[in-house]
């Protein structure tokens, strides 16, 4: 049974950081690429970061560069979202996935498997 769950969201006021995690079982997590993505109150769920199936290439969204790392272990089947100096504007469940293939894929329709998602609310 494929399971993504993601933890570390809250309410933090601007400027301020949170780490997500997402623990995956029940695939084969090294062979997958990662992905985040959120999705705010009346728009469509958007691409925030990938990785790579090893770690070795990372792509973000120009809306979160230089601000949000995306990183994964595999030993610990764990893909983590370091989120620096927030935004009210990435106020939004944040998601992560799984895509199988080498690509990193921006689309909700290329991953298969999908996370129940973790609330971040950045507010003064």
């Known amino acids: 049974q494929v399971q993504l769950m993601e933890s570390g969201g809250g309410s933090v006021q601007p400027g301020e950081s949170l780490r997500l995690s997402c623990a995956a079982s029940?695939?084969?997590?090294?062979?997958?690429?990662m992905g985040w993505f959120r999705q705010a109150p009346g728009k469509e769920r958007e691409f925030v970061a990938a990785?790579?199936?090893?770690?070795?290439?990372?792509y973000s969204a120009d809306s979160v560069k230089g601000r949000f790392t995306i990183s994964r272990n595999n030993a610990e089947n764990t893909v983590y979202l370091q989120m620096n100096s927030l935004k009210p504007e990435d106020t939004a469940v944040y998601y992560c996935a799984a895509d199988n293939t080498i690509r990193l894929r921006t689309s909700t329709y290329d991953y298969d498997y999908w996370g129940q998602g973790t609330q971040v609310t950045v507010s003064s």
């Open positions: 990785i790579s199936w090893n770690g070795g290439v990372t």
């Open positions: 029940g695939f084969t997590f090294s062979s997958y690429t």
